[in-house]
């Protein structure tokens, strides 16, 4: 059973990009080749050295500039090929991506098509600046 197990993970992991599940918060993971971080707004995430050198910062807010926390965050090229894929239960993600390159994030708060999701598109930064991408959930009311 194990080595069918086994069988089947290298499977999936070669006919596609990571998919991941909820990644664990404040710990850098390789998805796709893609050094990822779920983190939060707390004091230490914030004041964290090592997340300066991801320069790539997406956030999540409601409709009352309210972080949220908990999207389903999928990160594609410009063309629609999904890059991979995570369930976050902080209110950013950060990404370490190449330099120059563009990338479409897509999030959203529930399975519900009504809920919606939303999107930015991106170009990473070469100066060695972070750049931030807001994605807004005006339709989610303060203090939710």
């Keep these: 059973m194990r080595q069918i197990t086994l069988a089947v993970g290298l499977f999936l992991a070669a ?11 404040d710990q850098p993971i390789s998805l796709n080749g893609i050094e990822t971080v779920c983190t939060g707004i707390g004091d230490e995430a914030m004041h964290d050295p090592r997340w300066a050198a991801y320069p790539i910062r997406v956030e999540f807010s409601n409709g009352g500039a309210q972080y949220l926390a908990g999207p389903h965050f999928v990160l594609k090229e410009t063309d629609g090929k999904v890059v991979t894929s995570l369930d976050c239960s902080g209110p950013w993600v950060l990404l370490k991506l190449p330099a120059g390159k563009e990338y479409i994030a897509v999030a959203s ?8 999701e939303r999107t930015g598109r991106f170009k990473v930064p070469s100066n060695g600046k972070q750049k931030r991408v807001v994605l807004a959930f005006p339709h989610i009311p303060p203090n939710h």
């Design 15 to 25: 006919a596609g990009p990571a998919l991941a599940g909820s990644i664990p918060m």
């Design 109 to 116: 708060f529930s399975d519900d098509p009504e809920d919606g």
